[in-house]
């Protein structure tokens, strides 16, 4: 009876033992993935690696990029003076080409909230250019602007125009009343209800779409480096990847991502540091 019993406890201790093992593993996996914002992104992205290394990686060829390779490959491309340049051109280009169609698209955005004439000549042409893909309009811009850096800062400024102004007029069009009231009972001139109430009342409006801008504005330059083979970061991940060398290629790729996510924090301190009125509902973790 003794030995009967002992075998017949086994297999109770043993499935014990396997449910405790797997309430240990459910318990670390939920400590990953719930116990914060941080280390549940940590968590995805390494998961995410481990798949590309160990089960995407060995399926495909051997010049595929693979999360190792691009790691050896980060220290001597970001010491390469030819991406250095190229960034360089890049991140230029951008800059200047923001710097035009901010200044340019708040002016016509403002004119379209506040006049109803400008908003009737130009509402419908400013929808359908902002939905135009940009890649249709740059073998007009090189017959225009030619092979060279003019036709990719003619992208840039037409990917970032129209969020501009698209959001400089809903913001000019959402002033409160009571502000424009105060403005008409102490007779102020004309260029401090546009710059001085309007212009700031729709600041939260340029911001979000300044925003929008950065992103287009960077996948205009790309696209008209890659159309046009002028020099830059677009033009260094196609020319790495038509060469094979795609752990270089990956390493561009990262860079870009690496500048949309400077921007935006960038965007974030100065929001914190000089509007600290301003806040973004609904703003995630």
Sequence with gaps: MTTDAA???????????????FGKVGAFIAWLLWGGPLRAKVTAGAAFLLLWQFVIGPLGPKFVAKPFGVAEAFPTVLSDPLFQSAALDTLTAVFQGLAIALV??????IAMGRMKVFDR????????????????LL????????????????????????SIVINARDGSRSVPPEYLE??????????FLWFDVTLFSSLPYLVAGFRLAAGRALVGAVIAEFFVSQPGVGMYVLTNARSFKHNEAVVGVLALVAFGLLFELTMNWVMRRYFPWYRREGRGD
């Design 182 to 191: 105060v403005c008409k009972a102490y007779r102020a001139p004309a260029r």
């Design 121 to 136: 000549l130009l509402n419908h042409y400013v929808n359908g250019f902002y939905t135009m893909p940009m890649i249709a």
């Design 7 to 21: 075998v017949s406890a086994a297999p109770a201790t043993a499935s014990a033992k396997d449910r405790t093992a």
């Design 104 to 109: 340019a698209g708040t002016i016509v955005g």
């Design 139 to 162: 073998p007009l811009l090189t017959i225009w602007f030619g092979y060279s850096s003019d036709a990719r800062m003619a992208t840039i400024v037409f990917a970032a125009f129209f």
